[in-house]
């Protein structure tokens, strides 16, 4: 039950395209979804997060869509650049504090192609 | 933009010794997490820590490993005796009092 899931593993999108990464938990108690870059040798870098009040979040180019009643949310990379090609983690925690471990889902490689 | 920094960037041990692995949180940060990604894998929960103790440890965690605060700014992870599985990246993260943590760059343990 606390395992988020994600898909697809990897992901190849033309520069301009749309990339969707999709995620999915079970644990309702969860309540922060955010969602990780990372490039190679590097370590996780925030890009975006949401909590289940709102159903979408927008920034920049990236924006997470949240559906609370299937318990999925998704990661949208509208204009993608070849820059960012990387690794995208989604995430789950619940609790807060001390106590927030992050569950990381297994991870998308994307790879923009110029 | 203060940034977690860890130290050695890569580690190499021979199996069965001790090894301590060093991060410094961004000052201001209270809530302290150890998490490692074996090669390919997806990055794992290890250790919590706030006010000077342990909040919460997966099972991962075991008898081998250590965290600990020893100054007021580093934050260290110990593996007592290191065995091949532990090979991984470890990364360090901190949070202030929300829910954003900011990872290191992560430390590249090797095990032979």
């Known amino acids: 039950q606390q395992q988020v899931k994600q898909s697809p593993q990897s992901l190849i999108v033309q520069k301009g395209g749309i990339s969707i990464i999709n995620c999915a938990y079970e644990?309702?108690?969860?309540?922060?979804f955010p969602w990780y870059q990372q490039f190679p040798g590097k370590g996780p870098a925030l890009l975006i997060a949401?909590?289940?009040?709102?159903s979408e979040k927008k920034e920049g180019r990236f924006t997470i869509s949240f559906n609370k009643s299937a318990k999925q949310f998704s990661l949208h990379i509208m204009d993608s650049q070849p820059g960012d090609s990387a690794t995208y983690f989604c995430?789950?925690?619940?609790?807060?504090?001390?106590?927030?471990?992050?569950?990381f889902g297994t991870g998308t490689l994307l790879a923009v192609q110029p | 933009e203060p940034e977690v920094t860890q130290t050695p960037s890569h580690q190499v041990t021979q199996m069965g010794q001790e090894v301590i692995l060093r991060c410094v949180p961004i000052?201001?940060?209270?809530?302290f997490y150890w998490y490692r990604q074996i090669l390919g894998q997806k990055v794992e929960f290890l250790v919590s820590?706030?006010?000077?103790?342990?909040?919460?440890k997966s099972e991962i965690f075991d008898d081998q490993f250590s965290v600990e605060r020893p100054d007021g700014s580093n934050f260290t992870l110990k593996i007592r005796s290191t065995k091949l599985e532990d090979s991984a990246m470890y990364f360090c993260?901190?949070?202030?009092?929300?829910?954003?943590?900011?990872f290191g760059p992560g430390t590249r343990l090797t095990v032979l």
């Open positions: 000052s201001n940060h209270l809530y």
């Open positions: 820590f706030y006010n000077n103790e342990i909040s919460e």
């Open positions: 644990n309702t108690a969860f309540d922060y």
């Open positions: 995430a789950a925690s619940s609790g807060g504090g001390a106590t927030n471990k992050l569950i």
């Open positions: 949401i909590r289940p009040d709102v």
């Open positions: 993260a901190s949070t202030p009092s929300t829910d954003t943590q900011y």
